[in-house]
């Protein structure tokens, strides 16, 4: 199958959440053997107008990341392309937009790929956007809620989780370093303070503790941890392939997770099926919980002081360090689903 991905920005060029999710489907589509375009503004140096990656051809529509400027080429370069489906991010809405007119003309579907509302998206093209795809596919039912309260039908949207290597889950060593573990980008939304601030309560217990992160308030919250006189028993480990980072899951007992804006918390899904006990605090713009509604290694709280007291409740679950719960959400799987959209909605423009 020929598939066209379509983003202004691709991972390459600015590093997201969204991004992220493109990149890693396009590049497991194209190593099982599909033939994969990502259409996107220019990322690569010298004058080539297409440059190869991981096995995935990216065709640069722009040289540079204007929206508008895009939009107005992509038509043109999805013809060029010859794809069986598109497969577009939501943002900026525009692309979606102009991603629905030239599919119109050449009779190939669209699944949008919905993650999150950027700022400077506008409302009407969001909603534009949203009633666009032929398909939705959103990371969580957070996300799958949000799209249809801007117009897209619920039919019409389908939950495609993020996934893990579960393989590597099984295979990897143990790694005793830490008994509780935060991890996640490190940024205004990550609320890591209310990690430390349990920990804090925890001072006179023994525990050993790692944040695994990197981004723009990691000093403050290394400051954060020598205020609550717990930096001697906090490592903040920056960021980690999941090579490293999976062995430190695998010999941990508590993942804490309380970012206040989680479209899918990966971080979480990877120590869940590493055997931690998962303690989430409730946010209204996370997904986070939707991981442990149903398990028996999880739970959710909404403050600090219920985030220690659950640390301490952790104890009476064995230690772990492997969930079969959740195996479903390997690479393979995911990929499967995937997959049987565009099949289905190739097959639906057959009828046509």
Known sequence: ??????????????????????????????????????????????????????????????????????????????????????????????????????????????????????????????????????????????????????????????????????????SADVDNRADLVYARRLDERANVESFLLALAELRDRDWRAVVVGDGPERDTAVETAAELRIDDRVSFLGSLPPAEFVPILKGAHVFAQTATVEPFARELLWALACGCVAVVEYQAASSAHELVEHCE???????????????????????????????????SHVLDTYERVYEDERGAYGFF
């Open 297 to 331: 290694r999880g739970v959710r709280v909404t403050n600090p002081q219920e985030l220690a007291d659950e640390v301490v409740a952790a104890a009476d679950h064995d230690r772990a360090s492997f969930n079969e719960t959740f195996v479903g959400y390997d690479h």
């Open 1 to 170: 199958m020929r598939v066209a991905f379509v983003s202004l920005y691709p991972d390459q060029r600015r590093s997201d959440g969204a991004t992220a999710r493109s990149r890693r489907v396009a590049e497991r589509l194209a190593a099982r053997g599909h033939d994969v375009s990502f259409l996107c503004s220019k990322w690569w140096e010298g004058p080539l107008d297409s440059f190869t990656q991981d096995d995935v051809e990216y065709v640069a529509v722009t040289e540079g990341p204007s929206a508008r400027a895009f939009a107005s080429k992509l038509p043109l370069a999805l013809r060029r392309i010859g794809a069986d489906v598109i497969h577009a991010t939501n943002s900026p809405p525009s692309q979606v937009v102009a991603t629905r007119t030239a599919a119109r003309v050449l009779r190939i579907p669209v699944v949008v790929d919905w993650w999150a509302v950027r700022e400077g998206d506008t409302d009407r093209m969001v909603r534009r956007a949203a009633r666009s795809a032929d398909r939705v596919l959103a990371p969580s039912e957070l996300v799958k809620t949000g799209v249809r309260e801007r117009g897209a039908r619920a039919d019409d949207v389908t939950v495609v989780p993020d996934s893990i290597d579960v393989s590597l889950v099984r």
